[in-house]
């Protein structure tokens, strides 16, 4: 049954990107931006996809099943906070920017080699989080068809880059769509859960006590090492920045960002929910596929077959998103701005669809290097919080910050995060954000009041 489902819901996830890439896909513009069409409803189902993926599914689980409740709400809270900031502040100036990328809007205020550096630095942090979600797919292959761990993330790899290939941001925002079901399935799953437990009471009760308190055991720098990353990054999120493009006006951009903070809290709500259900039915399982394993053994078939489908289809779309967003890196940041190799219309399509293909191949050959989800999930947030999310703020928010300024803070974020990450190898436990995000600040703040700032014309155009 569970295996039945699977294949049924992937095949309807390759029809839609079948039919969006021949009756919507003409030219780069329609691939990258989705030709600026999308309602609010596409809107906010993509953006939710997007950001409920491998990180909530699979690193989300592992750290609520070793953490529990309490903890788990500063682990969510990053999305429904950044979103609100963006309602307020962001949604409607990304809209209206006449760039498609993040390094673009950061080059029309502080020029081209910062527009290199930080979609070098996008690469990084992006291939990363494609990785995981190759990772957290491929485990839950395994679970639902017996393969081998390492031939279900070739297999996810394979559909996540043929789905990014075939329709670009139109097709992936229409299978995010699909993907909305996890709403449907998780609300059934629930009070069947929550039956075997005894109710919520005895299943707080049933949790082991150091989970009973509002840290899960972790310090208060720890607990906010794992609030700021997730946070920061949906801050200044590049597929964020393309879905308000992709909108088809500011306010349907500012109504899909509310629609992002009320979904965002319903669904981490529910997984968090879940997972510490599932500790108390199967407390001895791996910690990060208690989500796959309540699916597989502790619901009723149609059910649990009904929750892994959708578990896995979030899972395809975040990789989705985030191949064609670094793939739009990859030729209008690295080889259209840098190169000036012409990547618009037909040609500007095809080079976007080689770019996705070199780019899961990278990601895929990346995930060896983290021992865990949660391990690369952090790093490739703390690498994108700590170094553009500060630039890609000020160039929206601060007019006085000056290109010396944004350079100094892009490198000076992206090195120090690989230097306490990978040198240091994260003294006392802390997330490099905690470090990384300070000195980028300074640094950008520091160098911009002593340099001389842009004309008010140029500042104004982002």
């Known amino acids: 049954m569970h295996a039945l489902f699977l294949i049924l819901y992937i095949l309807l996830m390759i029809g839609v990107g079948v039919y969006f890439s021949r009756r919507r896909v003409h030219d780069d513009s329609d691939f990258i931006v989705a030709g600026r069409s999308l309602s609010t409803l596409v809107l906010t189902a ?45 949604a409607a100036r990304m809209r209206r920017s006449r760039a498609t990328t993040i390094p673009g809007l950061i080059e029309l205020r502080f020029g081209r080699a910062a527009r290199t550096i930080a979609s070098l630095i996008i690469l990084l942090a992006y291939v990363g989080i494609v990785s995981y979600q190759f990772t957290g797919a491929g485990h839950a292959l395994n679970l639902a068809f017996g393969l081998p761990v390492w031939v279900g993330v070739i297999v996810a790899a394979l559909i996540m880059i043929g789905l990014a290939t075939m329709g670009g941001l139109v097709s992936v925002a229409y299978t995010d769509y699909l993907s909305a079901i996890i709403f449907v399935s998780m609300l059934i799953a629930l009070p069947l859960v929550l039956f075997q437990t005894g109710g919520l009471g005895e299943m707080f009760a049933a949790l082991p006590a150091e989970q009973h308190s509002w840290f899960g055991g972790l310090s208060g720098f720890q607990i906010l090492s794992y609030f700021l990353p997730l946070f920061l990054l949906i801050l200044g999120d590049q597929n964020l920045f393309q879905r308000f493009a992709a909108a088809r006006d500011p306010a349907t951009a500012r109504r899909a960002a509310m629609g992002l903070v009320i979904a965002s809290v319903v669904c981490t709500t529910l997984i968090t929910l879940l997972v510490c259900a599932t500790h108390v039915l199967f407390p001895d399982i791996t910690p990060s596929t208690a989500l796959m394993v309540l699916a597989q053994r502790g619901l009723p078939d149609v059910v649990g077959a009904l929750l892994l489908a959708s578990m896995v289809a979030l899972l395809l779309t975040t990789g989705n998103s985030y191949l064609l967003s670094s793939a739009a890196n990859l030729t209008q940041d690295i080889l259209g701005g840098l190169m000036k190799v012409e990547v618009h219309d037909q040609r500007g399509l095809l080079l976007n669809r080689l770019a996705v293909v070199a780019l899961g191949v990278l990601a895929y050959a990346l995930g060896a290097f983290f021992p865990s989800v949660l391990a690369m999930q952090m790093y490739a947030y703390s690498m994108y919080g700590a170094a553009i999310t500060p630039v890609f703020l000020a160039a929206l928010l601060w007019p006085r910050a000056t290109p010396s300024g944004a350079l100094g803070g892009l490198i000076a974020g992206g090195a120090m995060t690989l230097i306490w990450e990978i040198a240091l190898g994260k003294p006392m436990g802390w997330n490099s954000v905690l470090v990384a995000m300070p000195v980028a600040v300074v640094v950008m703040a520091s160098v911009s009041l002593l340099s001389r700032p842009k004309p008010a014309s140029i500042t104004e155009q982002a």
């Open 46 to 90: 993509t953006l939710l996809a997007t950001f409920v993926g491998s990180g909530s599914i699979v690193g989300g689980a592992s750290f609520i099943f070793q953490h529990g409740p309490g903890a788990a709400v500063f682990f969510f809270a990053g999305t429904p906070v950044a979103a609100l900031i963006v309602y307020f502040l962001l």
